[in-house]
Every structure is written in C-alpha cells, then in structure tokens.
C-alpha cells in the first residue's frame, strides 16, 4: 500500500488504539494499521475497524458489568437489538427510509 501524501509504501504494524467513550478510556491492544515511515500517516483498513468496534463494545459490556449498570451482557444486547429493530420501523413509518441501505448503522455502546 503507498502513502497518499508522500507516495511511500507503507509498512503494516500493530499499535494499541485508546478512545474515551462514554467517561471511559477504553484501550484495545494490537490493532493492524499501514503506518508511513516517512510521513509517519496512518491508514486503518476496513477488517480493522469493525475488528477495533467489536473489542471497544465488549470492553465497555464489561465496565458496564462490573459498575453494576447492566445485570446481564446477553440480555441488554437483546434489548439494544430490539429497540434498533422498532427504531428502524418507525423510520420506514415516517418515510425517512426506502431502502435497506439507508438504514443508519447504530454502534451500540
């Protein structure tokens, strides 16, 4: 892969990715990123960005558990599922959407 800035290849190497989400630093260890060794820019490819979302969820799952705001991790994400679902229908009720790929991506965190 070649840097859009300054044309070199890139090298893929693995680095932690930090991110405060909702008051909480959530830290996952090793994500594969394209770092530019000339430029020092950095590209995230798509695997690794859903890959980075699935582990920042479960971290936060695990917080949330730990703090005593959610009982049971399977049973909230089935709550999350069905309210994204009624969300979604009233959209379509409202005409807000026509077709599937219009449905809004939702990250439940």
């Known amino acids: 892969m ?3 800035y300054c044309g070199r ?4 190497v693995k ?6 989400v909702k008051g909480e630093m959530i830290t996952v260890h090793d994500i594969e990123v394209y ?9 995230i490819p798509n695997e690794t960005i859903k890959h980075t979302g ?3 969820g479960e971290k936060l799952l695990k917080v949330a558990k730990e703090r005593g705001r959610i009982r049971d991790e399977k049973e909230h994400l089935r709550q999350m599922q069905e309210q994204k679902q009624i969300d979604i229908e009233e959209g379509i ?3 807000e959407y026509k077709k599937k790929e ?8």
């Open 15 to 20: 680095t932690p990715f930090k991110r405060p």
């Open 54 to 56: 699935k582990k920042v």
């Open 93 to 95: 009720k409202r005409g």
């Open 35 to 43: 770092r530019c060794p000339e430029c020092k820019a950095v590209f």
């Open 9 to 12: 290849d890139m090298i893929r």
């Open 102 to 109: 219009e449905m809004p991506l939702k990250i439940f965190t």
């Open 2 to 4: 070649r840097c859009k």
